[in-house]
């Protein structure tokens, strides 16, 4: 069955420093993309989303990249700040599916 | 416009008790989903609602159901309650519910004893 992994379960990066946070998928079919950052307590929260057709997307210190040929996906994030801490999660869905395969989350810690 | 609100925030239930969480959607949004999270299972599907109709289930036993209402509000129930049913019960909603972003509430934490 389609599964959604990443392959780093904790990160810890230094303040400032740039973040690489990935995403192995298994299904080919796959078309939509998103990551999702979740703080303690609270619900996960869109960070930015890629479809099949696009191989990067940038939001506001953010990048997604996309690469279908070995179905990976990466958020990067530029100069970490403290209150990006939180768990990552990328999520997939394709044509077929009505819903997210979540992956089981990356623990980002921004040291000081 | 508001975000999606679940209530309530907070539950403890005994073993063999029922309960029902409740999601009301951004407003518009007809897709209703549910998820359970879990230290150990991550974020797991249970089921979308969409106009008042189960259109996609997960892999949960028939104890979890829910339903939909026709403002879109959506319920979801838990019988017989287990310990293993603890969890942070997540409903996310969507414009229409395929391809785009879903937009998650805070959560219902539900401990059970």
């Known amino acids: 069955g389609e599964s959604v992994g990443l392959h780093l379960p904790t990160l810890s990066v230094q303040e400032g420093d740039n973040s690489i946070i990935n995403c192995a998928y298994s299904?080919?079919?796959?078309?939509?993309f998103i990551w999702y950052k979740q703080e303690s307590g609270k619900g996960p929260q869109f960070i930015i989303d890629i479809r099949s057709n696009m191989d990067k997307r940038q939001g506001q210190r953010v990048t997604v990249l996309l690469n279908k040929t070995v179905k990976h996906l990466s958020l990067q994030i530029a100069a970490t700040q403290p209150g990006d801490s939180a768990v990552y999660f990328c999520a997939e869905k394709d044509n077929y599916g009505q819903n997210f395969v979540f992956g089981p989350g990356t623990r980002l810690s921004v040291l000081p | 416009k508001a975000g999606v609100t679940q209530t309530p925030r907070y539950l403890i239930k005994t073993r063999g008790q029922q309960v029902t969480l409740s999601c009301s959607p951004i407003s518009g949004h007809r897709s209703v989903s549910w998820y359970q999270q879990t230290p150990g299972q991550g974020l797991q599907f249970l089921f979308e609602y969409f106009s008042e109709t189960q259109r996609n289930k997960g892999n949960f036993p028939g104890r979890f159901s829910g339903r939909q209402f026709s403002n879109s509000r959506s319920e979801m129930n838990v019988s017989t309650l287990e310990l293993g049913d603890s969890a942070l019960y997540l409903c996310a909603s969507t414009w229409r519910g395929q391809g785009t972003e879903a937009f998650f509430g805070q959560g219902t934490r539900l401990t059970v004893v």
């Open positions: 299904n080919s079919a796959s078309d939509y």
